[in-house]
């Protein structure tokens, strides 16, 4: 090429081009982008993120299907976690399904969400048998199938399969079923000793999670 | 399987296979001092229907039945259950809960026997020679006499023999390696003979290819008197470098044989059985004399104590009465434990009993077991992790759980913990860690526990979620059906669900009308006495 | 074969991309807090950083060199690395298909990383050979995994230390990453 190469309006030229040909890729290259983040967002939504993650998530919700965390059930609401959602949404898990929860994630603790309910102690549906109709209304709210009857036939709650979700109490034309405290099954007490000594100064809050 | 050095009589193995433990002055001295006694027979006896780990025995007597020593009071349930045995003769006054020896001060169900003085013995079961019966044989006899393990654990001896695969080696456990107990020293420099006898015997049982006695180099006067009880057999005594958790049978294992038994395995899963030296005596005494457990060597010592030393202890035996053997100055006692002075617990309450895994009782005074020193924070040094004989990183599994991050305790490696105490034992700042490892492991568990109720309660969610998918199918099928044969309209299942729909709204109105006129004429009535929430 | 190893650890740890030059801190302190997710973006960004810089290298003597355009060295610097990271992207999605939206921060995190840039254009300014700046490339992407993998271990152990309160958060990274910076400071001198 020579002389040819470096006369004025062949630098002027080529020089041109050059802008045109790096416009055009950033052009490709934000097109690109573009396509990229929206197929994975939709890759999210059809095949759930991390199922392996999901799973973990669900077996550390207290399984309740209660749906005080705005979602249909527990499996919802762990998919959203998965996806990047608060973890302080489920009151019958409590601060120990958050402090579970926060470190699988790796996300700070923090408190229960109070607009979405309030911590309660596990408790147990009990029927009061006297009053019960009979109507099975309660038995189709269960979402455990806790409850035995039939049509016109008293109902009763299974204590060990109920999750004391509360669903029940609602449906309940009489009024008869009442949540009792569930009773504590292990004699073991241990607790982690800096929260009920004053010898080592933390900035934790001193929140004893075993409740 | 390669046991670290060749086949001598008696030869010294340098525990190098141990990484970490320490060794702490070990405060025996006082309690060798005399030898075994048997206590006499208290007034009252509290004997636990579950000293091991299992399921607990069912009462065959009642209040009132008069018993004989060594009868059988309480008959094992199913294969991790073990049978309770009268220590001495005398009548049941009560079955009922008592305090039981453990950390929490906990109360557990418990025959008490008032004594009669007569130590009359039942009639016993014994054979002339235990070579006639079958392995299976004697195995069935150790449960029926209610051995579990003596060293501290308590595991039923019998299930050691689950495995049903050929044991390689079978090792007598006499290292005893934690401060102020010498339990089992005392007990091979008395019965050294009757310990190889039940050595034999197990060997018998398990099939084991070796069998091996180990212990500490220091207990010389143990030594000497199993070298002359051995005869030229094929037992062979192991003597180790004395060093603190050598006695744990995950260290034990890996110090004679280089192994390392997997994380929540036992040692019966890579073929070897470990026995402590006083089940091996109660193996003995079982099978030889026909005797059931009711008895063990117990030390009491500590500087509250005017004579320290070992007893032949009855089971069931309060607390105190054995203090007061001792002469126990109630001004200097300070702090009772029970165990030794590294994995012992403080007890409360003195009328505990002695069961089959107690094996030592410290009465200990302040200068012996001053008050620690508030916890300071941490400074890095590590020591613990030099001392920690499973390798685990004490430093950083005290940083996660004190942060409540159970979940990276765990990668650590918590639930290995052996809860030895050496690394609290070494740390500067005086922090408790023993107690951070426990509170975690039982979170750990907790943990664990809620998981599986999760998982169950999904599944219970799921069968629900396809029963309804089902029924309404099925109801979708069946409409489709009727649909198809007009002529029927009475049995149809349209006229069927709005007939019964109707009819039920009614039925639901005057039953919630005839509640309320009840309500009315009532008072609202309170929650009935008795709960029967079951079906 | 001396020099290639003198370039190369001095680019890895005496003249260190990240805690001595400060170039590529936006990765380094919005990477990842957990180790695994650390070693993810190292192996992803060494790739990145030593074809960047062989490509850009090339680019820079065969094509602008000659004709006059050095004003397009930074253009067609971002230009080849973009493409080189979304091609990696690409490549780790048909692989990997269920990490996409980690896949999505690694490419905003490394593709537009002042460290990658910075790089290179030590290289050009350097005037080096292919083969010394094959040696560069190498170095320098040892030392910025070396320092991100680092990192994200201190950070998986600050999360779990009790620091007080107005130390936490950024401040006690940078106070650590200015540890660190120092620790490295031990090698000045040594190339």
């Known amino acids: 090429m020579g002389a040819l190469a470096f006369t004025p309006w062949f630098i002027v030229l080529v020089r041109i081009l050059a802008g045109l040909i790096v416009i055009y890729l950033s052009w490709r290259i934000l097109a690109r982008?573009?396509?990229?983040?929206?197929?994975?967002?939709?890759?999210?939504?059809?095949?759930?993120?991390?199922?392996?993650?999901?799973q973990k998530i669900e077996l550390l919700l207290p399984q309740t299907q209660c749906g005080q965390c705005g979602f249909s059930g527990c499996a919802p609401y762990a998919e959203a976690i998965a996806n990047g959602d608060a973890i302080n949404k489920c009151p019958p898990g409590g601060d120990r399904t958050i402090r579970h929860l926060a470190n699988l994630m790796h996300l700070p603790v923090i408190a229960l969400d109070p607009e979405h309910g309030e911590l309660a102690s596990p408790s147990i549906a009990y029927i009061r048998e006297a009053e019960c109709i009979g109507c099975t209304k309660c038995m189709q709210a269960c979402p455990v199938d806790a409850i035995v009857g039939a049509a016109k036939l008293m109902h009763t709650v299974i204590a060990s399969e109920c999750t004391g979700c509360d669903l029940c109490v609602e449906p309940c034309p009489v009024d008869c079923i009442d949540m009792l405290p569930a009773p504590v099954h292990t004699n073991k007490y241990w607790e982690l000793p800096h929260l009920r000594e004053k010898g080592i100064k933390t900035d934790h809050t001193l929140e004893s999670v075993l409740s | 399987m390669k046991i670290a050095s060749n086949r001598d009589r008696?030869?010294?193995?340098?525990?190098?296979?141990?990484?970490?433990?320490?060794?702490?002055?070990?405060?025996?001295?006082?309690?060798?001092?005399?030898?075994?006694?048997?206590?006499?027979?208290?007034?009252?006896?509290?004997?636990?229907?579950?000293?091991?780990?299992?399921?607990?025995?069912?009462?065959?007597?009642?209040?009132?039945?008069?018993?004989?020593?060594?009868q059988i009071l309480a008959k094992a349930i199913n294969s991790s259950s073990l049978p309770v045995h009268a220590p001495t003769s005398g009548k049941v006054i009560n079955i009922g809960p008592y305090p039981f020896p453990d950390e929490f001060g906990s109360s557990q169900h418990a025959i008490e026997l008032r004594t009669d003085g007569q130590d009359q013995w039942i009639e016993l079961n014994t054979v002339d020679n235990w070579q006639t019966l079958s392995p299976e044989d004697i195995v069935d006899r150790i449960q029926q006499a209610g051995i579990s393990g003596l060293g501290g654990a308590g595991f039923p001896a019998h299930r050691k023999f689950d495995a049903k695969k050929p044991m390689e080696l079978l090792i007598i456990n006499a290292v005893e390696c934690e401060p102020y107990i010498t339990a089992d020293q005392s007990l091979l420099r008395e019965f050294a003979s009757e310990v190889i006898s039940g050595a034999r015997i197990l060997q018998y049982a398990s099939q084991a290819t070796r069998c091996v006695i180990v212990t500490e180099s220091d207990k010389k006067d143990a030594i000497e008197k199993l070298r002359d009880a051995l005869p030229e057999s094929d037992l062979e005594l192991l003597e180790l470098t004395p060093r603190y958790p050598l006695g744990s049978e995950q260290q034990l294992v890996e110090a004679i044989t280089g192994q390392q038994i997997p994380g929540g395995k036992h040692p019966v899963d890579i073929g070897i059985l470990v026995f402590n030296a006083g089940t091996a005596k109660a193996v003995h005494d079982a099978i030889e004399l026909g005797q059931p457990l009711i008895s063990r060597v117990t030390t009491v010592c500590g500087d509250s104590l005017r004579t320290p030393k070992n007893f032949q202890v009855l089971l069931g035996t309060p607390v105190s009465f054995l203090l007061s053997l001792c002469g126990v100055d109630l001004n200097q006692l300070d702090r009772l434990i029970l165990g030794g002075s590294m994995m012992g617990y403080t007890l409360q309450d003195t009328d505990v009993p002695v069961i089959k895994t107690t094996n030592c009782l410290i009465a200990g005074s302040r200068p012996e077991f001053p008050i620690q020193p508030t916890a300071r924070p941490c400074i890095r040094c590590d020591f613990c992790s030099s001392a920690c004989p499973v390798s685990l990183m004490p430093q950083f599994l005290y940083q996660s759980l004190h942060a409540e991050n159970y979940a990276t305790a765990e990668q650590l490696g918590l639930p290995d913990c052996i809860e030895c105490g050496a690394c609290a034992y070494v740390c500067p700042s005086n922090i408790p860690l023993v107690h951070y490892y426990r509170a975690g492991k039982l979170e750990l568990l907790l943990k664990q526990q809620e998981q599986q109720r999760s998982a169950y309660r999904k599944e219970r969610y799921e069968s629900r979620k396809q029963r309804l998918a089902r029924d309404t199918m099925q109801r979708r099928g069946s409409r489709r059906r009727s649909v198809a044969r007009p002529e029927n309209p009475d049995v149809s299942d349209d006229s069927l669900q709005t007939f019964s729909r109707q009819q039920a709204k009614i039925e639901i109105a005057d039953a919630v009308a005839r509640v309320k006129a009840r309500r009315q004429g009532t008072d609202r009535p309170e929650q009935p006495a008795s709960r029967k929430n079951d079906e | 074969m001396t020099e290639f190893l003198t370039i190369m650890l001095s680019a890895a740890l005496v003249n260190n991309l990240v805690l001595m030059q400060f170039l590529g801190m936006s990765s380094f302190f919005n990477s990842s807090r957990q180790f695994n997710t650390a070693v993810l973006l190292a192996l992803f960004s060494a790739p990145v950083m030593i074809g960047t810089m062989l490509l850009h290298h090339l680019l820079n003597f065969y094509v602008l060199?000659?004709?006059?355009?050095?004003?397009?060295?930074?253009?067609?610097?971002?230009?080849?690395?973009?493409?080189?990271?979304?091609?990696?992207?690409?490549?780790?999605?048909?692989?990997?298909?269920?990490?996409?939206?980690?896949?999505?921060?690694?490419?905003?995190?490394?593709?537009?990383?002042?460290?990658?840039l910075g790089a290179a254009l030590q290289a050009t300014q350097r005037n080096l050979e292919l083969l010394e700046v094959l040696a560069l490339s190498c170095g320098s992407a040892l030392g910025f995994s070396l320092i991100l993998l680092a990192f994200a271990a201190i950070r998986e152990r600050l999360a779990l230390l009790d620091v007080p309160i107005p130390f936490r958060g950024l401040a006690i990274e940078l106070i650590s990453a200015g540890l660190a910076a120092m620790a490295l400071l031990g090698f000045a001198g040594v190339v």
């Open chain 3, 65 to 116: 060199q000659p004709f006059d355009l050095d004003f397009l060295t930074l253009t067609g610097l971002v230009t080849i690395a973009g493409l080189l990271t979304s091609t990696l992207i690409q490549l780790t999605r048909w692989l990997f298909p269920q990490q996409a939206r980690q896949q999505l921060m690694l490419l905003f995190m490394v593709g537009a990383n002042s460290a990658v």
């Open chain 1, 33 to 54: 982008l573009q396509t990229v983040s929206q197929e994975s967002k939709r890759l999210e939504q059809l095949q759930g993120q991390q199922p392996d993650l999901r």
């Open chain 2, 10 to 70: 008696t030869r010294a193995v340098r525990s190098s296979s141990l990484a970490g433990g320490i060794h702490p002055e070990s405060h025996k001295q006082h309690s060798l001092r005399s030898v075994i006694m048997a206590t006499p027979i208290p007034e009252a006896l509290i004997v636990p229907l579950q000293q091991h780990q299992g399921s607990p025995a069912e009462p065959l007597v009642k209040p009132g039945d008069s018993v004989l020593k060594g």
